[in-house]
T-cell receptor
Framework: TQLLEQSPQFLSIQEGENLTVYCNSS?????LQWYRQEPGEGPVLLVT?????EVKKLKRLTFQFGDARKDSSLHITAAQPGDTGLYLC???????????FGAGTQVVVTP | DAGVTQSPTHLIKTRGQQVTLRCSPK?????VSWYQQALGQGPQFIFQ???????QRGNFPDRFSGHQFPNYSSELNVNALLLGDSALYLC??????????????FGPGTRLLVL
């Protein structure tokens, strides 16, 4: 059972379109991370958010942490084929780094 | 600067056997966490080692055990393998576990197939 619910499960878009993926929970997190994972590899950290309401931008990626620190979103502007991958969110409920992961959103960007 | 490394990359075992997976953390990191990722799922937390002790544990049976060595490397042992143990096993290392700005770095994983 995943503590974090991610939606949608799968997203297929054309290059140049925008997309948003969501990560929701009933639990409050001390920090939340977003990862991208490609087949046969481990997840690669994209961003860590720790403050409620925080917004972080990483080039075309915008991450938002909910005010109550229970949810987050990832928005990609002008998606490119290189953005293809499994996007995972992971939340820590304590300061010792025990992270709970969502099931992920598979994003496919076609040229 | 070497990142997190894991060995072996792939492994095939039969039911009832035992397996040991290995992880070397990123240089300077002292905390190692292990995760199990079944096909189509997100990683599930198994346990975390810090200062050679298991500090946190997820919802996994006692068949799953681990160890951390003085050089911070770690092993994951699984006894009495079941078909359902087939998965990608990921190791993640981190620094400063008491900080809210926790940053984990994952290794490439070990893909275990139990027949």
């Amino acid at each position: 059972t995943q503590l974090l619910e991610q939606s949608p499960q799968f997203l297929s878009i054309q290059e140049g379109e925008n997309l948003t993926v969501y990560c929701n929970s009933s639990s409050v997190f001390s920090s939340l991370q977003w990862y991208r994972q490609e087949p046969g590899e481990g997840p690669v950290l994209l961003v860590t958010v720790v403050t409620g309401g925080e917004v972080k931008k990483l080039k075309r990626l915008t991450f938002q942490f909910g005010d109550a620190r229970k949810d987050s979103s990832l928005h990609i502007t002008a998606a490119q084929p290189g953005d293809t991958g499994l996007y995972l969110c992971a939340g820590a409920t304590d300061s010792w780094g025990k992270f709970q992961f969502g099931a992920g959103t598979q994003v496919v960007v076609t040229p | 600067d070497a990142g997190v490394t894991q060995s072996p990359t792939h492994l095939i075992k039969t039911r009832g056997q035992q397996v040991t997976l290995r992880c070397s953390p990123k240089s300077g990191h002292d905390t190692v966490s292990w995760y199990q990722q079944a096909l189509g799922q997100g990683p599930q937390f198994i346990f975390q080692y810090y200062e050679e002790e298991e500090r946190q544990r997820g919802n996994f049976p006692d068949r799953f055990s681990g160890h951390q060595f003085p050089n911070y490397s770690s092993e994951l042992n699984v006894n009495a393998l079941l078909l359902g143990d087939s998965a990608l096993y990921l190791c993640a290392s981190s620094l400063d576990p008491g900080s809210r700005k926790e940053t984990q770095y994952f290794g490439p994983g070990t893909r275990l197939l139990v027949l």
